[in-house]
């Protein structure tokens, strides 16, 4: 399915514990006067009492992101502006088909079909003998990119074959989907999504559709919210507005107080740890959508101890900058003359000899993935150089 995004995740929650107590041991996830490790997002799952996806919290310990925004309104309000908010659209969503009210797509013998009716949007595909029809219950995918749609058939959870690409405002073949048509028509429609790659699509594009380990996406919220992140706020809210300030806050953990490897897997739960990547035995350029993974392969990772992290340039509660120009400044905190020469950081950097603009236009090129028709940024910071094969 469609799996870009920016940056998902920004704030840890850990239930009834201080901030101390949620870090990640150094032991951890840092080897000893060294460069932070990534652990894989299995891993994180069984150590940490809260992770994103882990879905252990029960539905009742939620508050709704309504009660965050009563004292966070403008972090809430921004947020619903972001592309992790909208992750995921219901059917009934003008959004649903980026403002169509019909698309159409041919791979003969079959003929696809994705129709707004009423207050559904139904997909479709024929060949010439019959046709079936189910309804699209959610639409994966920011928009920026694309959607994939999903759709329930007793009981299972199916991704469509066909998915809507914002680059050719029309249909193609979904990514990872083998082009050769299928010899039912029902697998036309669409694959099988197996229980637990359903419960991670899920578990990234929307908010608590895994709650006390019981999997019910109808029970989702569409996109990532506050408490897909900052995990159930109920004991959050109630300490706060009775006063027991100090126990709310430990109800909360700010991700600040990770240490920088914890921080990138945080993000990475949904966009793919370094060990992530490794468990998947994936190279080449379709490593490009995993950032976090693109990340710590960067000598700017390992050269300042991993201090460079997600949030070092992404404010997870804003909307995902496309101004190139703004991250000069980010860089150039460590890659200037002045600042590559000074005592006391305990790494040395190096000031660029080419210039001070447009350091990620150089450093972190943007990558066509076959099939995907979309440039993603490639967070390996490098020197890239013209002709030289794509870095593993």
């Known amino acids: 399915m469609m799996r870009a995004a920016g940056c998902?995740?920004?704030?840890?929650?850990?239930?009834?514990?201080?901030?101390?107590?949620?870090?990640?041991?150094?032991?951890?996830?840092?080897?000893?006067?060294?460069?932070?490790?990534?652990?894989?997002?299995?891993?994180?799952?069984?150590?940490?009492?809260?992770?994103?996806?882990?879905?252990?919290?029960?539905?009742?310990?939620?508050?709704?992101?309504?009660?965050?925004?009563?004292?966070?309104?403008?972090?809430?309000?921004?947020?619903?502006?972001?592309?992790?908010?909208?992750?995921?659209?219901?059917?009934?969503?003008?959004?649903?088909?980026?403002?169509?009210?019909r698309l159409t797509f041919q791979q003969l013998p079959y003929r696809y079909e994705i129709l707004r009716s009423g207050d559904q949007v139904l997909g479709s595909v024929r060949d010439e003998r019959s046709s079936i029809s189910r309804?699209?219950?959610?639409?994966?995918?920011?928009?920026?990119?694309?959607?994939?749609?999903?759709?329930?058939?007793?009981?299972?959870?199916?991704?469509?074959?066909?998915?809507?690409?914002?680059?050719?405002?029309?249909?193609?073949?979904?990514?990872?989907?083998?082009?050769?048509?299928?010899?039912?028509?029902?697998?036309?429609?669409?694959?099988?999504?197996?229980?637990?790659?359903?419960?991670?699509?899920?578990?990234?594009?929307?908010?608590?559709?895994?709650?006390?380990?019981?999997?019910?996406?109808?029970?989702?919220?569409?996109?990532?919210?506050?408490?897909?992140?900052?995990?159930?706020?109920?004991?959050?809210?109630?300490?706060?507005?009775?006063?027991?300030?100090?126990?709310?806050k430990k109800s909360i953990l700010n991700p600040r107080s990770l240490d920088a490897a914890s921080s990138v897997d945080f993000c990475g739960a949904c966009h793919r740890t370094f060990g992530d990547v490794v468990q998947m035995n994936v190279n080449g350029v379709a490593t490009v959508r995993f950032q976090p993974f693109r990340l710590e392969e960067s000598r700017c990772w390992g050269r300042t101890n991993g201090q460079l992290t997600c949030v070092t340039c992404h404010n997870p509660h804003e909307p995902l900058i496309h101004d190139i120009a703004s991250y000069d400044q980010i860089c150039l905190r460590c890659h200037s003359q002045s600042s590559s020469s000074s005592a006391g950081k305990g790494h040395r950097t190096v000031a660029c000899s080419v210039g001070k603009a447009d350091c990620v236009g150089c450093h972190m090129p943007k990558v066509q993935i076959p099939g995907m028709h979309h440039a993603f940024t490639d967070h390996w910071i490098r020197i890239a150089k013209n002709g030289v094969p794509y870095p593993n």
């Open 135 to 248: 309804p699209l219950l959610f639409a994966f995918g920011k928009g920026v990119v694309g959607h994939t749609y999903i759709y329930k058939v007793a009981g299972n959870w199916f991704e469509s074959r066909v998915s809507y690409y914002a680059e050719l405002g029309d249909l193609d073949l979904t990514t990872g989907h083998a082009h050769l048509p299928p010899a039912e028509l029902e697998r036309a429609l669409g694959r099988l999504l197996e229980p637990e790659e359903a419960q991670r699509c899920f578990g990234c594009h929307t908010t608590v559709s895994t709650t006390a380990h019981h999997f019910d996406p109808e029970q989702s919220i569409a996109g990532v919210t506050c408490e897909a992140c900052h995990g159930p706020g109920l004991k959050h809210v109630q300490a706060m507005k009775t006063g027991h300030i100090d126990q709310g």
């Open 8 to 101: 998902l995740i920004a704030v840890i929650w850990l239930a009834a514990s201080s901030a101390e107590e949620g870090r990640v041991p150094l032991t951890q996830s840092q080897q000893a006067g060294g460069t932070p490790i990534s652990l894989s997002t299995l891993d994180r799952l069984e150590d940490m009492a809260w992770w994103p996806t882990k879905g252990a919290a029960s539905r009742n310990e939620y508050a709704g992101t309504a009660e965050c925004a009563k004292c966070h309104f403008a972090t809430a309000a921004s947020q619903r502006l972001t592309e992790m908010a909208r992750a995921s659209t219901r059917s009934m969503d003008a959004e649903t088909l980026d403002g169509h009210k």
